[in-house]
């Protein structure tokens, strides 16, 4: 049985950094395509990072530059390190990842049939 765990929210400033980790049991992150989303009250989820099977990534316009996607493949778990942190990246993560390899990175959730329970950030302004 799959089973993504999210942890690493809180709540921060206005420019300040998080990193979130998604811990994965019954798969395999070496050469795996994940991603990260994130839904915020009242609106769609929004893919913000994904990572293919040969580690090429793709961000949303919004976090180019701020946010950056990994792996540790020692420890079976994917990342989202988050810096100069937003109010508007307010919202909850979500770890997803996909049945088989990819070739292609993606934001869209049709790609991904796993997924974590989530973490809420909270940027103040």
């Known amino acids: 049985q799959v089973q993504l765990v999210e942890s690493g929210g809180g709540s921060v400033q206005a420019g300040g950094s998080l990193r979130l980790s998604c811990a994965a049991s019954?798969?395999?992150?070496?050469?795996?395509?994940m991603g990260w989303f994130r839904q915020a009250p009242g609106k769609k989820r929004e893919g913000v990072a994904g990572?293919?099977?040969?580690?090429?990534?793709i961000y949303v316009d919004s976090v180019q530059g701020r946010f950056t996607i990994s792996k540790d493949i020692a420890k079976n778990t994917l990342y989202l390190q988050m810096n100069s942190l937003k109010p508007d990246d307010t919202a909850m993560y979500y770890c997803?990842?996909?049945?088989?390899?990819?070739?292609?990175?993606?934001?869209?959730?049709?790609?991904?049939?796993?997924w974590g329970q989530g973490t809420q950030v909270t940027v103040s302004s």
């Open positions: 997803a990842a996909a049945r088989g390899a990819t070739w292609l990175p993606s934001l869209s959730d049709d790609e991904y049939v796993y």
């Open positions: 019954g798969y395999t992150v070496n050469r795996a395509s």
């Open positions: 990572s293919d099977s040969a580690g090429a990534t």
